[in-house]
């Protein structure tokens, strides 16, 4: 599988250099996804506690 990072580094005033590697995506996927962990609790609390 291919490296899916983006190497990025940024030039600051004054000379200072930062580098960043920040994951690249596939489609459908983003850092917004809710783990399964967090899923399974979620279903078992929907199912005890109502929404009112």
């Known amino acids: 599988e291919k490296d899916r990072t983006v190497r990025a580094i940024i030039h600051w005033t004054g000379g200072v250099?930062?580098?960043?590697?920040?994951?690249?995506?596939?489609?459908?996927?983003?850092?917004?996804?809710?783990?399964r962990e967090a899923s399974e609790i979620i279903e078992e609390l929907a199912a005890v506690l109502p929404d009112e």
């Open 17 to 35: 250099h930062t580098e960043l590697t920040v994951p690249l995506f596939r489609p459908g996927e983003s850092r917004r996804q809710t783990t």
